[in-house]
C-alpha cells in the first residue's frame, strides 16, 4: 500500500504537519510507504507532483484539514479514481468550501461524532464520513512514578493563544445583515445554552431571522460557513472566562501561548506567563506538569488531540465535559482517568481544580490511570490501526459501486 500525503506552512504550533508525521511514522512501521507533496510551492509544482505520486501507485491520498490547493486539482483525483480522506480536526462548517469540492471518492474523518452527523447530513457528495480522533504525542515512554510526578515544576498549565474577542467581532460585523444577525444571535444562544451544538444553534437563529430552517442543502450550507466565525467567538470566549475564573480563585497556573499578558490579568502573582511554544514545547510541558487544562466547547460528542498527549505524558487532564468522554472514559468513583467540569459552570471549575491540586496523591492515581487508558487506547499507534479500517472499508464500498 501506498499513501500520499502533505506538508505545508501554517499556524497553530504546526500541528498539522506534525499529525502528518506521526502518521507517517505509525504507517512505515507496518511496511506501508509514504510520500509528501510540499503545498507551499507552486500550483504548477503541485499539479505535477501529484499526477506523479499517483500515477506511481498511490492507493488512497490523506490531508489534515484539506485546502483548495489540492482539492484545486480534483480532477486528476477523478480520472484516476482515487480515494481523498480529509481529517478536519475543526467543526466541518469552517470547511464548507472544501467539503463542496466535486471530488468523486471524497472521505471526511472527523474528531466529534455530532460533525460525522453533520457531513452525513448536510453533504451528500461525501462518501463516507467516519469518527477517529487524533494519536497522542508522547514525549518520553516512561513508567508513572510518584516522586517524579510530585517534582514536576508546574501543577497546572494551559497551552493556546490569546485571541482578542474584537478581531472575531470585526469580521461578522461585515456579514450581510442577515448572516451578520444570525452570527450574533447563535452567539448568544451558545453562550446560554452551553451544550447546545453548532447546528442547533443555527437552526434556531435561522427560524427567528429567516423564519423556517427548512432550507435547500445549498442554502443551509452557505448559512453554516459564513457564521461560523460565531463558533470560533464562542471558543474563544469561554476559554478567556475559564482562565479568569481560576486565576480569581487563586489557583497557580502557568500559561504558555502569545496574547494572554493583554486579557489584564498580568498583575496577578498566581498566574505567569510563558510565551509562545511548538506543539513538541507543549507536549514537553505535560510532562513536567501535575495538572494540563485543556478547554473545548466546540467538542460536544468528541476528543481533543490535547487530551491523549497529556495522559501519555503522565499528566493529570481538567477539561469540560461531553458525551464522549462520559461514555468513553471513568470521570468519577475509584476508577476516575479524568478530572471533568460543567462548561456552563465555569466557577465551580476553580473549586474542583483545587480540590484535586491540593491532594498530589490523589492526582497522581488519577493521572496514572488516565495514563494507562491513553497507552491502550489513543496512541498513534492504535490511531492507524484505525484509520487503515476505515481505508480499507472505503476501498470496499468503492467495489461495490
Request: glycine fraction near 4%; hydrophobic fraction near 35%.
Amino acid at each position: 500500500m501506498k499513501l500520499l500525503l502533505f506538508h505545508r506552512d501554517q499556524e497553530c504550533y504546526n500541528t498539522l504537519n506534525i499529525f502528518a508525521d506521526s502518521l507517517a511514522r505509525e504507517m512505515d512501521k507496518r511496511g506501508i510507504f509514504v510520500s509528501f507533496i510540499d503545498l507551499d510551492q507552486s500550483a504548477e509544482k503541485v499539479r505535477a507532483d501529484l499526477i506523479k505520486e499517483l500515477d506511481s501507485g498511490t492507493d488512497a491520498v490523506l490531508m489534515f484539514n484539506a485546502d483548495g490547493r489540492l482539492t484545486a486539482h480534483r480532477e486528476i483525483l477523478n480520472e484516476r479514481g482515487i480515494h481523498l480522506f480529509d481529517w478536519i480536526v475543526d467543526h466541518p462548517c469552517e470547511h464548507t468550501k472544501i467539503l463542496q469540492t466535486p471530488i468523486e471518492h471524497f472521505h471526511a474523518i472527523c474528531l466529534d461524532r455530532d460533525h460525522v452527523d453533520f457531513i452525513k447530513t448536510h453533504f451528500p457528495n461525501i462518501r463516507s464520513a467516519s469518527f477517529l480522533p487524533i494519536g497522542g504525542d508522547l514525549t518520553e515512554p516512561k513508567e508513572p512514578d510518584i516522586e517524579e510526578f510530585l517534582r514536576r515544576p508546574y501543577s497546572l498549565v494551559f497551552t493556546g493563544s490569546y485571541v482578542p474577542l474584537s478581531e472575531f467581532e470585526s469580521t461578522i460585523r461585515e456579514l450581510p445583515d442577515r448572516l451578520r444577525k444570525m452570527a450574533i444571535g447563535m452567539i448568544e444562544y451558545m453562550l446560554d445554552h452551553r451544550s447546545a451544538t453548532n447546528e442547533e444553534a443555527l437552526r434556531v437563529m435561522m427560524r427567528e431571522v429567516l423564519g423556517t430552517d427548512k432550507v435547500d442543502e445549498k442554502t443551509f450550507q452557505e448559512c453554516a460557513y459564513y457564521t461560523s466565525h460565531s463558533n470560533i467567538y464562542v471558543r474563544q470566549y469561554v476559554r478567556e472566562e475559564l482562565i479568569r475564573y481560576l486565576i480569581e480563585s487563586g489557583i497557580t497556573i502557568d500559561i504558555f501561548g502569545v496574547g494572554w499578558e493583554n486579557l489584564g490579568i498580568a498583575s496577578k502573582n498566581n498566574v505567569r506567563f510563558h510565551g509562545s511554544v511548538s506543539y513538541f514545547e507543549a507536549s514537553e510541558l505535560c510532562a513536567k506538569s501535575r495538572m494540563a487544562l485543556n478547554v473545548m466547547p466546540w467538542f460536544k460528542n468528541g476528543l481533543h488531540d490535547r487530551i491523549p498527549t497529556t495522559m501519555l505524558n503522565g499528566a493529570a487532564v481538567f477539561t469540560d465535559t461531553n458525551r464522549y468522554l462520559e461514555d468513553e472514559f471513568h470521570t468519577s468513583g475509584a476508577k476516575q482517568e479524568l478530572c471533568t467540569f460543567d462548561i456552563g459552570h465555569p466557577e465551580q471549575a476553580a473549586e474542583i481544580g483545587e480540590t484535586y491540586l491540593k491532594d498530589p496523591e490523589r492526582l497522581f492515581e488519577l493521572a496514572k490511570r488516565g495514563n494507562e487508558k491513553a497507552v491502550r487506547t489513543m496512541t498513534w499507534e492504535k490511531r492507524t490501526d484505525e484509520l487503515l479500517r476505515i481505508i480499507a472499508s472505503a476501498e470496499t464500498n468503492k467495489n461495490r459501486i
